[in-house]
């Protein structure tokens, strides 16, 4: 791949986007050995993945095991079958369902990634053929912005609706404890250390170092990157791709105001 008039950048894998599919894509070719590349064409890295609240939908997980909660592919084939309709796809599903777990698994073990699971959190439509009332969706787990270094200054920001005071929230708990701090002493205390926290960081760095929701998975995947020593290039987007026999061999990426 160039990335200037005289100069070619060869790596085996070049991902495109810095949101969750991309940075898991670079994080698993990384593992493997091969040499990465991320572009991103917006000067933030995370994409949508840092605005979302950052849980995943897989049944099957050992999470869920944890819980003593097994179920069947079959079951949770049937909840995705009624919910699909006309857009079931049966060979990207059994392919979701045999090799979801196997992912979860990896990246717990293999990367910074690390999630959390409710004993009850329904499915959107847990009356519905398949549906459960837990074991499938996970969240993923806080994270001190303070382990992705000088990169912490460059990850997306969370939706405002998702903040106090430009603190993020995590989901479950923690939002129960906000709405019943004034209704419960232990909430109570809670929420003030919770706050107190969030502003000697922002005294000290700027901004909240506590990262929760899609803001922790967009930073759990850079600081696997990290750690894999993979490149991340922002406001890098790619201009064109190469061809050749049919094949994309490469691509044109525009960096600091250069094609190459």
Not at 69 to 83: D, F, G, M
């Amino acid at each position: 791949m160039a990335t200037a008039d005289t100069d070619t950048y060869e790596c085996d894998v070049l991902v495109a986007g810095s949101g969750c599919s991309g940075m898991s894509a670079a994080v698993t070719a990384g593992h493997h050995g091969l040499k990465v590349l991320i572009v991103e064409k917006e000067p933030k890295f995370g994409g949508t993945t840092a605005r979302s609240g950052g849980w995943l939908w897989i049944p099957g997980t050992s999470l869920a095991r944890d819980w003593g909660i097994v179920e069947s592919p079959e079951t949770a084939r049937t909840y995705l079958r009624h919910e699909a309709g006309n857009s079931f796809d049966a060979a990207r599903v059994d392919a979701f369902l045999a090799t979801g777990p196997e992912a979860v698994d990896f990246f717990i073990g293999k990367t910074a990634l690390r999630f959390d699971m409710p004993l009850t959190f329904p499915d959107y439509h847990a009356e519905a053929p398949g549906g459960t009332q837990g074991g499938r969706s996970m969240v993923t787990r806080p994270f001190d912005g303070r382990e992705l270094g000088p990169l912490i200054k460059d990850i997306g920001l969370p939706l405002p609706e998702l903040t106090v005071f430009g603190m993020m929230l995590g989901s479950g708990k923690e939002i129960i404890h906000f709405m019943r701090a004034t209704k419960s002493l232990t909430s109570a205390v809670y929420v003030a250390k919770r706050l107190s926290k969030h502003f000697m960081d922002v005294r000290q760095h700027g901004r909240g170092m506590t990262l929760t929701n899609g803001n922790a998975l967009a930073g759990r995947l850079a600081k696997s990157a990290l750690d894999l020593k993979i490149p991340l290039w922002l406001s890098s987007p790619v201009r064109e791709l190469i061809v050749e026999n049919g094949a994309v061999r490469g691509a044109i990426v525009e960096r600091d105001g250069r094609r190459g």
